[in-house]
Each structure stands twice: as C-alpha cells, then as structure tokens.
C-alpha cells in the first residue's frame, strides 16, 4: 500500500476559490449601483467579474443569494472601515458617516431596497440585513462620537444623524449634492457637539 500524501494544489484553490467570491461580490454591489436591480442579472455580474455564469452560480445560487450578499459584504467592509477611523474630533466622524450613505454601497442597497418593496421571496431578507446594518452603524456612530446613550435624548439625536445621512445620500442620487452636503455636516457636528457635550 502506497503512502498517501497531501495534496499541495489545496491551499491555492481555496485562495482561487476565495478571490473569486470577493470578485463576484464588489461586481454585484457595481452592478446594482450602475444599473439597477433590473438591469443586475447573474451573467451581467459574471461578466464584470471575469468569471463564468456556472462560477458564479457555484458561489451564489440564486441572484437573491447574490446581491443581499453582496450588500452585506460592502456594508462589512465599510464597517471596518468606520471602527478603524482613530478618535479626531466629531466633525470627521459626522463627515465619515455621511460618507457611508453617499457612496456605491448606498446606491446598491437602494436598488435592492426597491426590489425588495415589490418582490415579497427578496423582502424578508432586505429588511434583517438592513435591521442588522442598521443597528451595527448605530452602535459604530454611538462610539465614535463618545456619546452617553445614558442620557435622556442622545440617543435620538445619534439616530437622527443617521437619519439625516440617508436623506443627505437620497439627495446625492439625482445630481451631485458636495457643496449643501459639507455645509449641513459642518452645522450636524456643531450641533452634535453641544448636545453631545
């Protein structure tokens, strides 16, 4: 009997495998942002990704498993990205969160948001994923501004920043809204520091 060795070729198909995921993923979340959920199918989000319809089915079985993931995924990675911003003052966390409804990701989760108002199999799934993003960038935004949720008000006015940040990046759809959107999170984080304060 011949001695049985391990297989090196593994670990670089696992990588090939993982990178692949990744492509499909930042593709997705493009896609959606670009085109819209009806204009966002399986072979569209394939093809920007560089891989095959079948690779793609392989990763994400049906095209609900690809976009809410693709979503989760950004909104992830935008996470991390917020948590490691270092302590500098309100007015750059203001800014920072504004930031996270005004890019890519927003446009993405709006297009599914749609989809989801009208498509009952794509809504239970939007709205736990949104919940659950939701309550991660509060969490996040309650830290970065060293806000006590102890305090009768605060948080309210944490969540009415998020909330004003949503209506900054629904204005930011139809026409660039840079020069109104610095003015209003120059005045949030004023605010924000005397109610915080």
């Not at 920043?161 to 959107?181: E, K, P, S």
Request: some cysteine; hydrophobic content about 45%; glycine content about 6%.
């Amino acid at each position: 009997m011949g001695v049985v060795t391990p297989s090196t070729d593994r670990t670089p198909k696992q990588d090939r495998s993982r990178a692949t995921h990744r492509r499909l993923l930042e593709a997705a979340v493009a896609c959606l942002a670009e085109h819209g959920w009806a204009g966002s199918t399986v072979s569209v989000v394939a093809e920007r990704a560089g891989v095959s319809r079948g690779a793609a089915q392989h990763h994400f079985p049906t095209r609900e498993d690809l976009f809410t993931a693709a979503v989760e995924y950004v909104a992830e990675e935008r996470s991390a990205a917020l948590r490691a911003l270092p302590v500098q003052g309100r007015a750059v966390v203001v800014a920072a969160l504004v930031d996270l409804y005004t890019g890519p990701l927003f446009r993405a989760a709006l297009q599914l948001w749609v989809a989801a108002s009208n498509e009952a199999s794509l809504r239970p799934r939007v709205s736990e994923l949104e919940a659950r993003v939701g309550r991660e960038t509060h969490r996040i935004a309650v830290e970065l501004l060293t806000a006590d949720e102890t305090r009768p008000g605060v948080r309210e006015t944490v969540q009415g920043l998020l909330d004003m940040a949503r209506g900054l990046g629904l204005a930011n759809v139809l026409t660039d809204d840079t020069a109104r959107r610095q003015r209003v999170v120059a005045q949030w984080a004023a605010l924000l520091d005397d109610a915080l304060n």
